[in-house]
């Protein structure tokens, strides 16, 4: 009676195996994530060995880094893909901050979706937009589905929030480091209370760094509940 106790180190729990990264800042040297090829290329061939299928690199888009426009990544990512020998599947997205430049980059209508027409997008962990709502709509009135990077860590927001943004459709993406406490108690029980009701529809680790997250994934552990809903959730198909 008590099986949904039990913990199991993430790295024998099966969450890796034939998984998508939704969110990854891999490709070297375009933002706050990897800085080199040679790290890059370690972060891939250690996630072919753990049984990662399918990596879409995120950068970031936002104001701090006024190279990355789409065209300006999507030649980054040619570039390294023709060095890149494994077996994982690669392609491009972004990761959009919702900031003064945001609507430029819409209007562009130049962007880079995580799949499809599913466009990843993140505000700051403090405040929320001033414009937000109108922000969302904006997005999804040329034609894309608002997939919003880690909810579980943005402070300001309340069960109230979560539900006003799911009652518009916009998607959520669990970071996976968020269930086991790296960025804080409070992210990590938000993270679980919308793992649990079937909040989120993506999931992705968010890596920026590949020895952090190679010791969580071999040290962490997680409940029986909480590998379940994340296998669910790595299970959908987009």
Known sequence: MFGFLRKEIIIKSEILTDFTDYHSHILPNVDDGIK?????LAVLDSYQVLGVKRVVF????????????????????????????????????????????FEKHLNSGDLLPIVDNYLLVETSYINSPINFMDQLRAIQSKGYFVVLAHPERYNYMQNDDYKQLKNIGVLFQ????????????????????????????????DIHNLEF??????????????????????????
């Open 174 to 205: 669990l970071n996976l480091l968020s269930i086991v406490g790296v960025y804080g108690k409070g992210a990590e029980q938000r993270a679980k209370k919308l793992l649990h009701s079937g909040c989120y529809d993506f999931v992705g680790t």
């Open 58 to 101: 995120t950068p970031h888009i936002m104001a701090d880094y006024p190279q990355n426009s789409a065209q300006f990544l999507r030649s980054k990512f040619e570039e390294f893909k023709r060095l890149y020998t494994g077996e994982i599947e690669l392609s491009l997205g972004a990761e959009y901050m919702l900031d003064a430049k």
């Open 36 to 40: 080199s090829v040679e790290k890059a």
């Open 213 to 238: 997250h190679l010791n969580v994934f071999h040290r962490r552990k997680l409940s029986k509940k909480d590998i379940n809903g994340i296998l669910y959730l790595k299970n959908k198909l987009f």
